[in-house]
Each structure stands twice: as structure tokens, then as C-alpha cells.
């Protein structure tokens, strides 16, 4: 009995295994915001997780000016707390500079391409020691450790900011080698 409550279990969890994999496959990468710290943090908490995340300030990328009435815009009608203008500020200032006019916005839609080849060693530390170092330091990249998923949306991210990819499938390669050479630890 005992085997077959074992067996039907490794079953259960192959299925949920595998319909995972398939629902993330070909579905679109979504951007990951970190909650800030500071002020804003209390804010942000108070006023703006009650309906949805963060994660999709990330879609825009505009002037103050434009913040305000995209805010003002997509809650009309809705039922909000009321801010000080204080903290009014602090949020517009906090939005404005993150999601900066200077950014690209993340893609709505960017869905990851299928790759069969795969970066060695000197094809990652080339891209590193050539695309990467144009804006910053390298220790940023080595500080920071990743699943492919995480290192995806930094890739994107760098791609809104400047960073040359020839092509998806090449910022795809570089997303899967950073996961190798620098993943997520486990034991953090
Ligand atoms: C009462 C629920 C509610 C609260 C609280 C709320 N939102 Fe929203 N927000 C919504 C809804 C609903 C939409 C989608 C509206 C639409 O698509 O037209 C939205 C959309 C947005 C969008 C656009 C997202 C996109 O995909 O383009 C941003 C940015 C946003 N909200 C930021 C905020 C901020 C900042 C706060 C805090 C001040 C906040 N929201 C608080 C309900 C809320
Ligand atoms: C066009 C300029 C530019 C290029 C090219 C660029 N970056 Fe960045 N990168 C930035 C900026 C600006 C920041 C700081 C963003 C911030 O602090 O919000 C950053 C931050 C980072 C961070 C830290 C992000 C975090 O959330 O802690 C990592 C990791 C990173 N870059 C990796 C890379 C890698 C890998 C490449 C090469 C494939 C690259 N960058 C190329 C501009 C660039």
C-alpha cells in the first residue's frame, strides 16, 4: 500500500512538474520590481498594494508630469486612500526617477525565444568584457546572483537602458549562461 500512496505521489508531482514548466513556456517574461526603501517604502505599502503589485510601474516610463495623470487615469472612479500631498510627492518622485522618461519601458509583451546552442566560457566573458563594462563595472554583475528567469529581466532591463543585443536569441544565450555562472544560491 505503502508503495503504491509513494508512487501515485512521484506521479502527482511529475504531472504538476511538467504543467508548470509548460504554462512558463512561451509565456511572456513579466518585469520584477524591488519595494524600495526609504519613505516612499510606508507609502507604497499604505496606499498601493491593496489591488495589485508593483511589478507593473515597470510598463512605463515617463515624466513626472505624465505619472501624475497615469495615476490619476487608470484609478478613476476607484476607491483609493487619500494621500497627503506630502506623500503625494514622495511617490511621484520616487515613480519619475525609477521609471524615468530616459528608460524604455519594459516590453508588455516579450516572449523568450527557444535556444539550441549555448555560450562557453569565452562567449559570456566576451559579452561581459565588451557590452557590460560601457555602463558599469562588472562587480554589479558579480554581485548579483540569479535563476534564468531573474537574469532574463535584467537583460531586458539593460536592454531599456542602452545595452546592444544583436538579437533576442543572443540576449537569450547571455540570460541562460549568467544562470550557470552566476545562479541562484540555494542556501542564501
Ligand atoms: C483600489 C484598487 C487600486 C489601488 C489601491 C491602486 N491601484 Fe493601480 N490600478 C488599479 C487598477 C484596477 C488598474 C488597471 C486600470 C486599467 O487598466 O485601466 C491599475 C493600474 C495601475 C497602473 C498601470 C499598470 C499597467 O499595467 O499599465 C499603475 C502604474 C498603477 N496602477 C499604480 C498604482 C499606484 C502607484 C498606486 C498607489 C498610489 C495604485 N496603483 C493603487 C487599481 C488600484
Ligand atoms: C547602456 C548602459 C548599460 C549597459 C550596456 C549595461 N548596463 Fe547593467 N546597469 C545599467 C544601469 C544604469 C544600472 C543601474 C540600475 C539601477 O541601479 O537601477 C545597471 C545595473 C546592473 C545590475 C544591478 C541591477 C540590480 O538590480 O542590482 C546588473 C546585475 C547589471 N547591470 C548587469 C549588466 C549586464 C550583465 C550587462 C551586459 C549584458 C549590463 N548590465 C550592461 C546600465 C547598463
Not at 505599502?45 to 490619476?72: P, Q, S
Not at 516572449?111 to 559570456?124: A, H, K, L, N, S
Not at 534564468?148 to 544583436?166: D, H
Amino acid at each position: 500500500m505503502r508503495g503504491i500512496a509513494i508512487t501515485l505521489g512521484l506521479v502527482c508531482l511529475q504531472v504538476m512538474l511538467s504543467s508548470t514548466v509548460q504554462a512558463q513556456f512561451g509565456s511572456a517574461t513579466r518585469p520584477q520590481v524591488a519595494m524600495p526603501d526609504g519613505p516612499v517604502r510606508n507609502i507604497i505599502l499604505k496606499n498601493c498594494v491593496a489591488c495589485h503589485g508593483i511589478d507593473d510601474y515597470a510598463f512605463h516610463a515617463l515624466t513626472r508630469e505624465r505619472w501624475t495623470d497615469l495615476i490619476e487615469d487608470r484609478h478613476e472612479g476607484l476607491e483609493m486612500t487619500r494621500m497627503s500631498r506630502r506623500d503625494r510627492n514622495t511617490l511621484l518622485d520616487y515613480l519619475a526617477e525609477t521609471f524615468s522618461e530616459e528608460n524604455t519601458p519594459f516590453p508588455r509583451q516579450y516572449v523568450p525565444p527557444e535556444i539550441d546552442t549555448y555560450y562557453e566560457e569565452e562567449q559570456g566573458l566576451l559579452v561581459l568584457d565588451t557590452m557590460c563594462t560601457e555602463c558599469h563595472a562588472l562587480d554589479r554583475v558579480y554581485e548579483t546572483r540569479g535563476s534564468i528567469e531573474r537574469w532574463r529581466v535584467l537583460l531586458l532591463e539593460m536592454r531599456g537602458r542602452g545595452a546592444f543585443f544583436e538579437s533576442n536569441e543572443e540576449m537569450e544565450r547571455m540570460a541562460e549562461w549568467l544562470s550557470r555562472v552566476q545562479s541562484a544560491n540555494l542556501f542564501e
